[in-house]
């Protein structure tokens, strides 16, 4: 990968450092343990009125996933507003906390967290089958 840097001189093109990359992986870290969807489908915009979603209102995340909102802002491990779920199944990666701060209280395996626009009121179609394979193969 390359990480462009602005320079005085311009757009200057550059490997990552030791540094960079070190940085890099705790992010992922961090994502990985809220239980991030960092596939290239989790860009895709489910739910457009993201302002109407409120604690408590049962949803499924990426769609598929049921479960029921327990907190919504912002948080220390991404930018923006998230939303953390209560999965109705041990199929989520967290307790409700990540890196060591809690957002909200679940079971473990039960806690999960989205941007608010992947979130739907309704399950998508095929949502029985993609839940049948996280049964099975994990998140």
Known sequence: AVVSTQSTWGVENRRPSAV????????KRRLSEAGV????????ILTEDTDSFIIGQSVYVDGVKPGRIQFIGETKFGP???A?????EPIGKNDGSVM??????CEPRHGVFSRLYRLTREPIEGADEILNQC???GY
């Open 20 to 27: 960079d990359n070190l940085i890099m992986e705790e992010q």
């Open 84 to 88: 953390g779920v209560f999965l109705d």
């Open 80 to 82: 923006g507003e998230w």
């Open 135 to 137: 049964r099975r193969f």
């Open 100 to 105: 060591s701060t809690r957002y909200f209280t």
């Open 37 to 44: 969807n960092r596939r290239p489908s989790a860009a895709h």
